[in-house]
């Protein structure tokens, strides 16, 4: 699986959009991008995935770069409940694990 | 709540005894998944099953541990002779499908003392 880079922590005011950075440069084509994120003491918990295209749920937008070296995941209107560690992981289609890194701790600000 | 539930949800254990843990999926689920979790790291891969076998298994997954899902449905991990370095957060999570996300349940906190 291709190694992914996200900054340690990010802050974010309330009411605001919050756009988490991935760098995915070794990425294959037949790997998506997975974004989960973990809430403190809580399992993780699925955000979004995408392929080539940029990608929008209830939760979030998911916005891959052309070469797919790199991607923004976007909440729109940031909520202290998403106070959590958000990861971006590259998965290998049909591949069953998941592979966490460090991930990115943000944190929303009142 | 995803679904997903665990049991118990903490555990504190003497150094050398046994201790199981279960889990039960989403009940349509067919992929089962463990992971560890130590403090201020990402979880890491354990092992998966599809139904009732067990199909990759992590180096992590020393000889001590043994998990099972007998008829495809909840699943246990056992780890025999714990030591200080098992303490960690144990995650079970479960999908359907090949590339479904994984839906993880709230973890097991085990201490060994």
């Known amino acids: 699986d291709a190694k992914t880079t996200q900054p340690p922590s990010m802050d974010c005011a309330e009411g605001r959009a919050a756009n988490l950075p991935c760098n995915h440069s070794?990425?294959?084509?037949?790997?998506?991008v997975y974004w989960y994120r973990q809430i403190h003491s809580q399992g993780p918990q699925y955000i979004i995935h995408?392929?080539?295209n940029n990608e929008t749920n209830e939760m979030a937008s998911l916005i891959i770069t052309e070469d797919r070296k790199s991607s923004t995941l976007i909440l729109p209107h940031a909520t202290l409940r998403d106070t959590a560690v958000y990861y971006c992981i590259v998965r290998l289609q049909g591949a069953q694990k998941l592979v966490f890194g460090q991930g990115t701790r943000l944190t929303i600000n009142p | 709540d995803t679904g997903v539930s665990q049991d118990p949800r903490h555990k504190i254990t003497k150094r050398g005894q046994n201790v199981t843990f279960r889990c039960d999926p989403i009940?349509?689920?067919?992929?089962l998944y463990w992971y560890r979790q130590t403090l201020g790291q990402g979880p890491e891969f354990l092992t998966y099953f599809q139904n009732e076998a067990q199909l990759e298994k992590s180096r992590l997954l020393s000889d001590r541990f043994s998990a099972e899902r007998p008829k495809g449905s909840f699943s246990t991990l056992e780890i025999q002779r714990t030591e200080q370095g098992d303490s960690a957060m144990y995650l079970c999570a479960s999908s359907l499908g090949l590339v479904g996300e994984q839906y993880f349940g709230p973890g097991t906190r085990l201490t060994v003392t």
């Open positions: 009940s349509e689920h067919n992929r």
């Open positions: 070794t990425i294959s084509g037949n790997e998506y």
């Open positions: 995408g392929l080539k």
